[in-house]
């Protein structure tokens, strides 16, 4: 990772990320996050304006950090400010789920990240952002669809992976981090396996499976063990209960 458009970065330390590099740096003594993601500019583009549009909004995402001459990422590397906070209590997901909710309502009928597809545009679409369905059996692409083809209503931006390390809690309230996944899809993948209340039936179940079929697609090629992990869970859902019906 080139960070040389940022003078006086330092590297202090690789922070998690599976699939991209994540580095946590300084300068002076800004503590800094710097990342490199998968994406293409457009798609990179797409997020840094979305992050741009919520922080006008009140809500707490990572700042951006511009390059030296003014730019917002040079050649797919991204510096933002440190997300202060800590993972929420159980008593806490509520106001992550109100936070989400807020996110949904100020999104519909925002345009699709380029290059991503939704659960809906994958019923007929093989490819878009993470899931690449070809590799797959056709039996498992048959059951991923039909979780999706069960989820009714409009879409609107989702987070795609609000679990308890992309959250981040102060006195200020909570906030958000690790944007990589978001798309235009329908909110309920975002709220299916938050801890808390769940979602009324059969919406949370419809939900869940829809999130669970999302994981074994996205997750096929690049992470395999886990993507049949995911799977199993889906089957067995299937089996015990039929095939998940609106």
């Known amino acids: 990772m080139d960070l040389s458009p940022w003078a006086g970065v330092e590297v202090v330390d690789r922070l998690g990320g599976n699939r991209n590099v994540v580095l946590e740096v300084r300068r002076g003594r800004e503590r800094l996050v710097a ?44 510096v933002q400010r440190w997300l202060p906070g800590r993972e929420p209590t159980e008593r806490e997901w509520p106001a992550v789920a109100a936070e989400l909710a807020r996110l949904h309502s100020l999104t519909a009928g925002w345009p699709q990240r380029p290059g991503f597809r939704s659960t ?36 609107t931006v989702v987070h795609g992976d609000p679990c308890g390390p992309n959250v981040r809690v102060t006195e200020e309230g909570v906030g958000l981090l690790d944007w990589d996944e978001a798309r235009v899809d329908h909110p309920d993948l975002d709220l299916a396996d938050l801890p808390g ?32 992990r995911r799977l199993t869970v889906l089957e067995e859902v299937s089996k015990r209960d039929g095939p998940v019906r609106r």
Do not use: K
């Not at 994406?39 to 992050?51: H, I, Q, V, Y």
């Not at 006008?56 to 390059?67: K, N, Y």
């Not at 009324?200 to 690049?222: H, K, Q």
């Open 35 to 78: 990342r490199q993601p998968r994406r293409s500019t457009a798609a990179l583009e797409w997020e840094l304006d979305l992050l741009a549009f919520l922080a006008d909004h009140g809500f707490r995402v990572p700042e951006l950090v511009p390059a030296d001459d003014g730019r917002r990422q040079v050649e797919g590397v991204v």
């Open 197 to 228: 209340p769940p979602l009324p039936a059969p919406r949370g179940r419809i939900a869940r499976a829809a999130v669970d079929a999302w994981e074994v697609a996205a997750a096929w090629t690049l992470e395999p063990e886990y993507a049949r």
């Open 120 to 155: 809906r545009e994958l019923l007929t679409e093989d490819r878009g952002g993470d899931v690449d369905l070809d590799p797959m059996p056709p039996a498992v692409v048959a059951l991923c669809r039909n979780a999706w083809q069960q989820l009714a209503g409009h879409h």
